[in-house]
C-alpha cells in the first residue's frame, strides 16, 4: 500500500512538472522545440476580417504564432493599444488630435471605402453626398423625396466611436449631427443585418464586408468599388491603421506585421480591400 501511495505522488509530480511546459504553450516542429506565442489585437470591427484572414495565413505558415483578434470599435483598439492592454490596435478612421498624443506608431496596411446600403428590394439606387447628409440629419425623410417608393427612411448607423462612423460622418459631413431617433448598432454585422431586415432602412458598412444580404448605391453616380477607390473617383474612402507602442511590441509581432506588408501578405489585403503595396 505504501508502495503504491509513493507511485501515485510521483506520477503526480512529474504530471505537475509538465504543466507549465504545456501553459507556455511549447511544440515540437521538426524536431525543435518552439515556443509559441499569441499577438493580441484588439479593435475595429472594419478591419478584423482583413486582420482575421492575415493572421490565418500568417499562423499556418508559423504554427507557433496565433493571432487573436478581438472586433470591439476603433477607438477601443486605439485606448487598448496606448493602455498596452493590446500589443496592436486596429483603427478604421484616422487619429484625432489628442489620440496623435500618445506616440503610438501608425501604419497603413489597407485602405478601404464606406458603402451606403439599402435591400436589395429599394428601388434607389444612387444618392449624391448631399442626399446622404440630408438622410442623416433628418432633413430628408422620406424616399419618394429621393426617387424611392413612398415611406419613411429607417436610419442605421454604427454606435459612438465607431472609425467607420466617424469617417463618414466626416466626409459626408454631418458629424455630431445625427438624427434623433437613427438606430445606433456596435459593429458592421449589427447594421448589416438591421438593413437586410427592413426594406425601408439605409446605412453604412465596409465595402469589403458586402454580401448579397444587401444593395451597396452609387455616391454621386459613382459606384462604390475597389476600382474607384484606386482612381480617386469614389471619395468615401479611409486607412486601415494598425497602432502599437515600440516599446510594447514583440519580436514575433514586428515580424507579423512585417509579413502583413510584403506581397504575401499585401495580395490578402487585396482581395476584398485596396492593398497600398
Known amino acids: 500500500m505504501k508502495k503504491s501511495l509513493q507511485a501515485a505522488l510521483a506520477a503526480f509530480v512529474f504530471v ?7 501553459a507556455t504553450g511549447s511544440a515540437d516542429q521538426g524536431g525543435k522545440t518552439v515556443q509559441s506565442y499569441t499577438i493580441e489585437v484588439a479593435g475595429s470591427t472594419s478591419v478584423s476580417p482583413l486582420m482575421e484572414k492575415l493572421g490565418a ?25 496606448n493602455q498596452k492592454t493590446s500589443e496592436l490596435g486596429m483603427s478604421s478612421r484616422n487619429l484625432k488630435a489628442a489620440e496623435k498624443g500618445y ?11 464606406i458603402a451606403a446600403i439599402v435591400h436589395p428590394a429599394n428601388p434607389v439606387t444612387n444618392l449624391s453626398m448631399d442626399q446622404l447628409k440630408g438622410i442623416y440629419t433628418g432633413k430628408i425623410k422620406n424616399w419618394k ?13 454604427r454606435e459612438p466611436g465607431s472609425g467607420t462612423r466617424g469617417a463618414f460622418e466626416e466626409i459626408i459631413g454631418f458629424v455630431d449631427q445625427l438624427v434623433l431617433g437613427a438606430a445606433e448598432f456596435d459593429g458592421t454585422g449589427g447594421v448589416r443585418a438591421a438593413v437586410a431586415g ?5 446605412g453604412y458598412i465596409s465595402l469589403g464586408s458586402m ?47 512585417d509579413w502583413t506588408m510584403s506581397p504575401e501578405g ?12
Open 211 to 257: 454580401d448579397p444580404q444587401v444593395k451597396a448605391i452609387s455616391v454621386d453616380g459613382i459606384a462604390a468599388t475597389k476600382q474607384n477607390v484606386v482612381n480617386g473617383s469614389f471619395k468615401i474612402a479611409r486607412p486601415f491603421l494598425v497602432l502599437y507602442h515600440q516599446d510594447n511590441i514583440s519580436a514575433e509581432g514586428k515580424n507579423f506585421l
Open 57 to 81: 495565413a500568417y499562423h499556418g505558415a508559423h504554427p507557433e504564432i496565433t493571432v487573436n483578434v478581438n472586433g470591439t470599435g476603433s477607438s477601443d483598439g486605439i485606448k487598448a493599444a
Open 103 to 113: 506616440g503610438l506608431t501608425e501604419l497603413v496596411i489597407a485602405v478601404d471605402a
Open 198 to 202: 427592413n426594406e425601408n432602412a439605409i
Open 16 to 22: 505537475c512538472a509538465a504543466l507549465p511546459l504545456a
Open 266 to 277: 499585401q495580395k490578402i489585403a487585396g482581395t476584398n480591400w485596396i492593398a497600398v503595396k
Open 145 to 157: 423625396d429621393v426617387g424611392g417608393k413612398n415611406a419613411p427612411i429607417a436610419v442605421v448607423s
